[in-house]
Nanobody
Framework: QVQLVESGGGLVQPGGSLRLSCAASGSIFRINKMGWYRQAPGKQRELVATVTSDGATNYADSVKGRFTISSDSAKNTVSLQMNSLKPEDTAVYYC????????WGQGTQVTVSS
């Protein structure tokens, strides 16, 4: 079992920045990949960014150049630095880990609005 606890999120104006963090605990030695997904009202959950255990990253086209995913193996955390935020980035952001199966955090709200 893997437990994921997210932090960060909140309300920010367009063009602003936020940083999300996710702390993993439990069977962390089984984690192959971690990432962030988001779900806006009335829309399906979508991939934002992922990072593998060997450091390979992948981003949705909509966030490339604005968001940066990073991991800290010593602290068992994965972070998402979000810059140049747009109203369309408003969503609930979920931390995700792949360790034999997918695990999800509880989600954290990000609202981009003036």
């Amino acid at each position: 079992q893997v437990q994921l606890v997210e932090s960060g999120g909140g309300l920010v104006q367009p063009g602003g920045s936020l940083r999300l963090s996710c702390a993993a605990s439990g069977s962390i030695f089984r984690i192959n990949k971690m990432g962030w997904y988001r779900q806006a009202p009335g829309k399906q959950r979508e991939l934002v960014a992922t990072v593998t255990s060997d450091g390979a990253t992948n981003y949705a086209d909509s966030v490339k150049g604005r968001f940066t995913i990073s991991s800290d193996s010593a602290k068992n955390t994965v972070s998402l630095q979000m810059n140049s935020l747009k109203p369309e980035d408003t969503a609930v952001y979920y931390c995700n880990a792949l360790a034999l199966r997918f695990y999800w955090g509880q989600g954290t709200q990000v609202t981009v609005s003036s």
